[in-house]
């Protein structure tokens, strides 16, 4: 498996006098996911927690839902290799092998998309899925229901603003490489009351979102039906759906969502806030999960 940083010379430039130094950069490469020994994706990631990245990938995509789902995951040789894989134990590396490649194996019985050369899709460290009609496919394939607004046998998550506006400070304590590096994204999933419950880096939003939800699968927490998921940067439509898919009910962005994420998280009954900074925010869509009327000067007279 790839390192996570990497050092590079740099010239520095401060106040007119120059000198060189190392510096650390954030490590990014590719990975190909496979689905059952077939070519699904490419992503650029960050190098660390591949298995669950792949797994989370495939929640998005509708192939994964429950741990049940999938059967395993290993390394393959990649297009250097001799086509040899190594078990989900062997994930921290040795041999010749690639660490680029992941295969997922599905349970006997579950349903797998039409793998052909106009489904593969890329993903990049920027602007995530591309190539997909991923609109469609969401309302299609969700397999947990966010929109609480019709009752059910749990209240709906409530959240105190104060208790949002806390958890941006939380999540930039919690990201260990950014320190190093400056470099890396962030997504964390918090509990209602607040609780830190996971955090992952990455190159990417979309991964390090994947990241998050991939290790909830393998550990049989899906649906995240209590959850908060928080990302640094935006929110755009890709992290609303992949909250969607993981039934995940609160969305925050310390930055702007896209419009196609507001309209997305409106008709899904997702929480969408943005600008979550200090005691600001914007709350897009799904406010009755948000405790307004506790939040001095709030106008809600419609």
């Not at 059967?71 to 393959?76: D, K």
């Not at 196609?260 to 943005?274: I, R, S, W």
């Amino acid at each position: 498996m790839g390192r996570v940083t990497e050092r590079r010379k740099v010239i520095r430039i401060r106040d007119g006098a120059v000198s060189t130094r190392p510096d650390t950069l954030v490590a990014e490469e590719p990975m190909e996911i496979r689905l059952n020994g077939k070519p699904l994706a490419i992503t650029m990631r960050t190098p660390g927690d591949d298995f669950a990245l792949a797994a989370g990938f495939l929640v998005s995509e509708g192939v994964l839902a429950e741990r049940s789902d999938l059967q395993n995951i290993v390394y393959c040789a990649g297009a250097t290799g001799g086509g040899t894989s190594r078990s989900s134990e062997a994930e921290s590396g040795g041999g010749s092998n690639t660490y680029n490649v992941v295969d997922v194996r599905t349970a006997p019985g579950v349903a797998v998309p039409d793998i052909t050369l106009e489904r593969n899709v890329y993903t990049t460290s920027s602007c995530g899925l591309c190539g997909k009609a991923s609109l469609d496919a969401v309302r299609t394939t969700a397999r947990w229901a966010v929109d609480d607004t019709h009752g059910g046998d749990a209240p709906p998550v409530r959240l105190d603003p104060d208790l949002l506006a806390g958890l941006p400070d939380r999540l930039r304590a919690a990201q260990r490489v950014f320190d190093r590096t400056g470099g890396l994204h962030a997504a964390a999933l918090f509990s209602e009351d607040g609780e830190l419950l996971d955090v992952r880096e990455d190159v990417g939003r979309h991964n390090a979102v994947d990241k998050l939800v991939g290790r909830a699968l393998q550990s049989g927490a899906l649906p995240l039906s209590r959850a908060v998921l928080l990302v640094s940067g935006r929110a755009s439509f890709e992290l609303a759906q992949k909250a969607v898919m993981a039934g995940i009910p609160v969305l925050a962005a310390v930055s702007a969502p896209s419009s196609l994420a507001v309209d997305l998280a409106a008709e899904t009954g997702l929480t969408l806030v943005g600008f979550l900074r200090g005691a600001s925010m914007n709350v897009y869509a799904g406010e009755h999960r948000v405790a307004l009327r506790a939040a001095a000067g709030v106008d809600q007279s419609g």
